[in-house]
């Protein structure tokens, strides 16, 4: 069973730091990790999709790296912001369901906090 | 376009009582989904549909069941509500299946069992 975990659980930095979160799965044999961010109270936004075939995508300040053999991602923040704060969640979709994104497999999330 | 929305906001059962989580989308999205997010658990797969007519089970869906009749709504109903289903539940959606695809979640229902 693909289980995902994402380390760490918390973490604070100053407003301006370069941070990154990591995620790791058990089955390298995915189709797809995706990176979402989740505000409290809110509903999940798509920030970051990298397929199979890629090592990375970037959007803005936002990086992600996939290592697909060694079953770990990370996302890189760069110069962040109060406003970044919030909880990030990385998610894959498990090879066998035919290239789709049926039943993504969540972590548990990283709750950031970027103090002024 | 209003995205993926769900009613109600907020909603408190007892026991035994039955309900239904609505959801819709205005994107004309093909594939829909309810995921239910517990501390500690992450959020699992309960039902989804790539299509009106046609759903199928998740990870997690005992106690629950679906329907998809139109394009834009696929409600997720409760039967006999437990207190096990206190939860919060967010429904998503996407173009298609495809794995390409990014999802587009509500802003989701918390409920509680008494």
């Known amino acids: 069973k693909q289980e995902v975990t994402q380390i760490p659980a918390a973490l604070s930095v100053p407003e301006g730091e370069n941070l990154v979160l990591n995620c790791s799965f058990t089955d390298s044999a995915i189709y797809n990790l995706q990176w979402f961010r989740q505000d409290p109270g809110k509903g999940l936004t798509s920030l970051l999709l990298?397929?199979?075939?890629?090592r990375e995508q970037t959007s803005g300040r936002l990086n992600a790296s996939l290592d697909k053999s060694s079953g770990r991602s990370t996302l890189y923040i760069a110069a962040s912001q109060p406003g970044d704060s919030a909880t990030y969640l990385c998610?894959?979709?498990?090879?066998?369901?035919?290239?789709?994104?049926?039943?993504?497999?969540f972590g548990k999330g990283t709750l950031l906090t970027v103090n002024p | 376009n209003a995205g993926v929305t769900q009613t109600p906001k907020f909603q408190v059962l007892k026991t035994g009582q039955s309900m239904t989580l609505q959801c819709a989308q205005d994107?004309?999205?093909?594939?829909m989904s309810w995921y239910r997010q517990d501390p500690g658990m992450g959020l699992r797969l309960i039902h989804y549909s790539v299509g009106a007519g046609i759903t199928d089970q998740g990870e997690v869906p005992n106690g629950y069941n679906v329907s998809r009749s139109t394009t834009e709504d696929f409600p997720l109903r409760l039967l006999s509500a437990a207190p096990s289903q206190t939860s919060v539940y967010f429904c998503?959606?996407?173009?298609?299946?495809?794995?390409?695809?990014?999802?587009?979640f509500g802003p989701g229902t918390r409920l509680l069992v008494l």
């Open positions: 998610a894959v979709t498990p090879g066998g369901s035919g290239g789709s994104n049926y039943k993504l497999t």
């Open positions: 998503a959606s996407s173009y298609s299946a495809a794995s390409g695809e990014t999802q587009y």
């Open positions: 994107m004309n999205h093909e594939y």
């Open positions: 990298i397929q199979s075939s890629q």
